[in-house]
């Protein structure tokens, strides 16, 4: 759609003159060169209309108070103008906040000629304002610094972003960009590019009609609004200082910032290590022209509901990210504290409801306007809004969804779904993590996907599923094989089985049976979409939502003992370390004997080293019956439950995988556990009563081992088969800024690290995991930070030399061993089954391989596409665009699962706060960065504001080197005195006296330094229940250094308008305490 008034013809070439000036820009002969063609003459691009001029910008100026970008869902369209919204977001006529998206065909010229680039954006959660955008060959993530360089895109989308010029860019460790002296525009000095438009979309503008020229604005007036009354935030001020010069079409004002002559990749990596004074390292920056692919968190925000009017009252910067300093209060009257702007609309909405705003607990997300519409308004959110004054609201947690974000307005609009209960409840925690996420529940599978699953016969007839005679003639029978599942206690679904033989030649034969979930899962059925959908399960501290319907899941695909279940499976012949001579690939039928698991593993191989059988153990959990160990009938058969010839399988197979392991290591591999948090439930209420962290045993390493090596088989088999669209898993290499802050770090605390390859890091670490187990603890956690996520990918989307997995140091990596609960293993499952119907063979199973083959026997090319289409493949796009949902729903999965353990965490520790032991990572003046190792967190323990003490820093040598300690000294007015006359519960005081005395000896008349009762009274329980403290209280002063240990009580809090955290005291002995 054209300009109003004019059609489509009048916009289309206004469209190709501005990608003219796009491609001029590109073509300057640098970037301080005169401009031409679009100077400061306003009428220097012509008007193709006989109307108007712009309209005003307000005179507000832009601070970074004032709320984060979102945008729409396709490039380059505009969301239009939401009516009857109110409040201080509200737009006025011709006065924009945002610039326009860059349209569709300059967006793909400027990827195509490498003006533009493409990533995921990543936004900062304690600075909203500041965004991350990684780019691949740059070492430093490119920042784009402020809401108008964000340019309304929500957290976790996929933007297009133009990169400022390099004289631009700031240094890496600087807070904010480079200023401008007042005076000059940015965009006419320091070396700043040429212009190029970002021009009108598929909606219009306010103001005049079909004009387009260049127009100079001053940038404090730019963005403004009269009825934008955001307070200034001095420590976060983002205000473009001088001009800025804009393109002006159909009246309104769009984002004249172009890129030049774009740099290589290869440039501006080398200015990002040592483009700044002396070589050191500058912060790229960057601004969101438009947003290729919107993010899922757009359909699934959580927070609290308010009245617009609080914003004014508890304001504390809107929308600022910071939690929302101070909880608004409504004005029951609904007029003070009311613009007079605004006075006067709340008859638009219905029942009398005021404008109401939602504060997302997402601290990454901004506020947002409410839609008030009824039909987008529930009905139990509107009576709760009406009765009492809509103290009903108060602490109730809703879902909602970003609905549209113009350009006119500081905050996004968002239409609400519906109440999920009151905060600090975890049924009501884990319910605002599931609707976050957008996780879906056993409850929501279709009618259409249950359809396709296979008749089976009610339990009352006592008859089981059988396997089909077709499947049975069609696959091997492993059922003589004696095989055992080895799990998590409390597993259901049983995805995977091992079975392990030594034969009298000295070969070992090892078997990985999976569960042919793909068998009951025709490719482009309802249940497969549901599936994929899906793509992962997501276990949570008390409930599983499965990807499959539990009859898959916990029955007919799970490896339960003593029944027949269909398999995927991969045999391989090797020496008794795990040396692979040859492989097998193939669908088979198993009979697991029995299902075992870690902990009765474990007893069993400890058993083994120490001379015994591990029989007793294995008998001892099976005569349990309350215990999770199950077994099939020991009816003498050759695959029956043999518990003497069960541990000897245990035996062999761990003696393979710590061979196996040692030579991975060597090979240049790298372990960074993370640990996790295990919970004891109180059966009766449901809430946690104990925590700890996970253990990792050598029994789970048996089994990630062969897990492993079966991954990597099938990896290498299927990529080797289908080059050009095989799912793989791939590792990138860590990000190389974060890597060199680990070296620098273990230089400054005298440590040893050596970063320069996976072998190397994993070698520093197992040293001086002998050396120090703190410095070990710390230097792994920091050894984390830099590490980039693993993702799915198309083999014929990415370049070969990118396949790899770095953790593992494997050329070659998917995801085979899991299909009941991670989709790509379906999908795994099917190129391995086209990969044997089009006649490839594992290694070492047929004639040798010809001279340039890659396998035995090399299938003609019809052959392997007519497998591929039987079973359901899709083309490398597809496949592709499968890969990337799956990253998606992984990561959501992993952050619901992570909320669910932090929020139980968080109810225990509300209810038994506990001393723990911390090994100190980071030190500063604000806070401490402190490694728990009892449930493998990291938890801030805040020092800002901390009463009686006061806090300096030894800062570090040389350039953004870290502070060095933190020396905490004694700094307040109270004395024994005052905290006698504070106690005294006598007359000799007067009331005011003592009030006074009490509030100035307030966390100063208990053992320890800031201290409640509540908190003293923890700590004594613990003393009296252990002896001692976990680590020595500090006396004052102190100092403290890196790689110290420090004692803390941990609790928890559960805020308003944030998710729950866990708090962290510093224990300081109260230098006043005397013992009464």
């Known amino acids: 759609r054209g300009a109003r008034g004019e059609g489509p013809g009048v916009m289309k070439e206004l469209k190709a003159r501005a990608l003219q000036l796009l491609r001029a820009s590109a073509d300057a002969p640098s970037a301080t060169s005169p401009r031409t063609g679009a100077g400061d003459d306003p009428t220097t691009l012509s008007s193709l209309s006989k109307k108007g001029t712009p309209s005003k910008q307000g005179a507000k100026k832009r601070t970074s108070s004032g709320g984060t970008p979102v945008t729409p869902t396709t490039v380059g369209s505009t969301p239009g103008t939401p009516g009857g919204t109110g409040g201080s977001g509200r737009k006025g006529k011709g006065r924009a906040r945002f610039a326009e998206f860059w349209p569709r065909d300059v967006v793909r010229e400027g990827l195509r000629e490498r003006h533009l680039h493409e990533g995921k954006i990543r936004v900062n959660p304690h600075r909203r304002q500041e965004a991350y955008v990684s780019l691949e060959g740059v070492p430093h993530d490119v920042k784009m610094d402020g809401y108008a360089a964000q340019n309304r895109v929500i957290d976790g989308d996929t933007v297009v972003f133009a990169i400022d010029p390099i004289e631009d860019w700031p240094a890496l460790e600087e807070k904010t960009p480079r200023k401008v002296s007042r005076g000059r525009s940015r965009a006419a000095g320091d070396g700043a590019a040429p212009e190029s438009p970002a021009l009108l979309g598929e909606d219009d503008a306010e103001g005049g009609e079909g004009d387009a020229y260049w127009k100079t604005v001053d940038a404090e007036d730019d963005y403004g609004d009269d009825d934008l009354d955001l307070e200034d935030d001095d420590e976060d001020e983002d205000v473009l200082p001088g001009e800025v010069r804009r393109l002006a079409i159909g009246g309104g004002l769009y984002d004249a910032a172009g890129p030049v002559k774009p740099p290589s990749i290869a440039t501006l990596a080398v200015a990002a290590r040592r483009g700044g004074v002396n070589g050191t390292p500058l912060r790229p920056t960057g601004r969101v022209v438009a947003v290729s692919q919107t993010s899922p968190r757009r359909e699934t925000v959580v927070g609290y509901v308010g009245f617009a009017e609080e914003e004014h009252a508890g304001r504390g910067g809107a929308g600022n990210g910071k939690g929302g300093a101070g909880t608004p209060t409504r004005n029951p009257k609904g007029g003070a504290g009311t613009p007079a702007s605004r006075k006067g609309k709340e008859e638009r909405y219905p029942n009398n409801i005021p404008p109401l705003r939602l504060y997302p607990t997402d601290p990454k997300l901004p506020w947002m306007i409410v839609d008030m519409s009824p039909s987008h308004l529930p009905a139990s959110i509107a009576a709760l809004a009406v009765e009492n004054g809509g103290a ?6 809703v879902s909602a969804r970003v609905s549209k974000w113009s350009t006119s307005y500081v905050w996004p609009h968002c239409q609400l779904r519906e109440s999920l209960g009151m905060a600090g409840e975890l049924e009501t925690e884990t319910a605002a993590l599931v609707a976050e996420n957008n996780i879906l529940g056993v409850e929501d599978f279709t009618d259409a996907a249950l359809a396709c699953l296979p008749a089976v016969p009610p339990k009352e007839s006592g008859l089981t599923w059988e396997v089909p005679d077709a499947e049975r003639a069609a696959r091997r029978d492993f059922t003589g094989v004696r095989v055992a599942s080895i799990d998590p206690p409390t597993a259901r679904d049983l995805d995977d089985a091992l079975h392990a033989e030594l034969r009298p030649d000295g070969t070992l034969v090892v078997g990985v049976h999976i569960a042919d979930v793909s068998h009951f899962i025709p490719a482009g059925s309802a249940l497969d979409k549901e599936a994929q959908q899906r793509a992962t399960s997501t276990y949570l501290v008390q409930r599983v939502m499965p990807m499959l319907p539990r009859l898959l899941c916990e029955d007919l695909c799970s490896l339960n003992p003593g029944v027949e279940r269909l398999t995927f499976s991969v045999e391989w012949e090797m020496t008794p370390d795990g040396v692979v001579k040859s492989e097998w690939f193939g669908r088979g039928i198993i009979k697991s004997c029995a299902k075992l698991d870690y902990g009765v593993a474990q007893r069993v191989i400890e058993a083994r080293d120490e001379g015994r059988t591990g029989v007793d153990e294995l008998l001892e959990a099976v005569n349990d019956p309350s215990g999770p160990v199950k077994v099939g009938p020991e009816d003498g058969g050759p695959g029956s439950w043999d518990p003497s010839a069960v541990a000897e399988t245990i035996s062999l197979l761990n003696t393979a995988a710590r061979a196996m392991r040692r030579r991975r290591f060597e090979g240049g591999a790298v372990r960074l556990d993370q640990s996790k948090v295990s919970f004891e439930i109180d059966p009766d209420t449901g809430n946690p009563r104990g925590a700890s962290a996970y253990v990792i045993r050598e029994s789970n390493k048996l089994v990630e081992e062969w897990m492993l090596l079966a991954n990597n088989t099938v990896a290498t088999f299927i990529a080797d088969a289908y080059p050009d669209r095989a799912m793989l898993r791939c590792h990138p290499e860590p990000n190389e800024r974060k890597m060199g802050e680990l070296e620098q770090f273990s230089r400054e605390q005298g440590i040893d690290i050596d970063a320069s390859s996976s072998r190397a890091l994993h070698l520093s670490l197992q040293h001086l995991k002998e050396q120090s187990t703190d410095a070990y603890e710390v230097a792994q956690l920091m050894a984390t930070l830099p590490m980039q996520l693993a993702r799915y990918f198309c083999t014929g989307c990415q370049d070969e030399d990118s396949w790899g997995h770095y953790a593992l140091a494997m050329d070659r990596y998917t995801h085979f061993t899991s299909p009941i609960r991670r989709y790509p293993d379906v999908v795994v499952h099917r190129l391995l089954a086209a990969a044997l119907e089009a006649g490839f063979r594992g290694r070492g199973n047929d004639a040798p391989a010809a001279k340039g083959r890659k396998h035995p026997r090399a299938p003609k090319q019809a052959d392997i596409n007519a497998a ?25 999965a992993k952050n619901c699962q992570d909320g ?177």
């Open 900 to 1076: 669910s353990m932090h929020a139980y965490l968080c109810a225990f520790l509300r209810a038994s706060p506990q001393c723990v032991m911390g090994i100190v990572r980071a030190v500063g003046r604000k806070h401490l960065c402190v490694f728990v190792p009892a449930y493998g967190m990291e938890v801030r323990v805040q020092m800002d504001g901390a009463r009686h003490v006061r806090v300096t820093q030894e800062e570090g040598r040389g350039p953004n080197a870290a502070p060095v300690s933190v020396t905490i000294e004694w700094a307040s007015d109270a004395d024994s005195g005052t905290i006698a006359t504070a106690t005294d519960g006598g007359k000799s005081t007067s009331k005011a006296d003592r009030k006074k005395a009490m509030r100035d000896t307030r966390g100063a008349r208990g053992r320890f330094l800031n201290s409640t009762e509540e908190e003293e009274g923890a700590i004594q329980e613990y003393i009296d229940g252990h002896g001692v403290l976990p680590a020595p209280a500090r006396e004052i002063p102190a100092t403290i250094r890196p790689v110290q240990r420090v004692c803390l009580l941990l609790g928890a809090r559960f805020r308003e308008r944030a998710k729950p955290e866990v708090t962290a005291l510093l224990l300081l002995k109260n230098p006043l305490w005397t013992e009464a």
């Open 868 to 892: 591929a289409k039987k079973f359901g493949i899709p083309k490398s796009d597809k496949l592709q665009a499968i890969a990337d949902h799956c990253n998606e729903r992984k990561l959501a």
């Open 392 to 397: 009903g609201l108060k602490g109730i947690l």
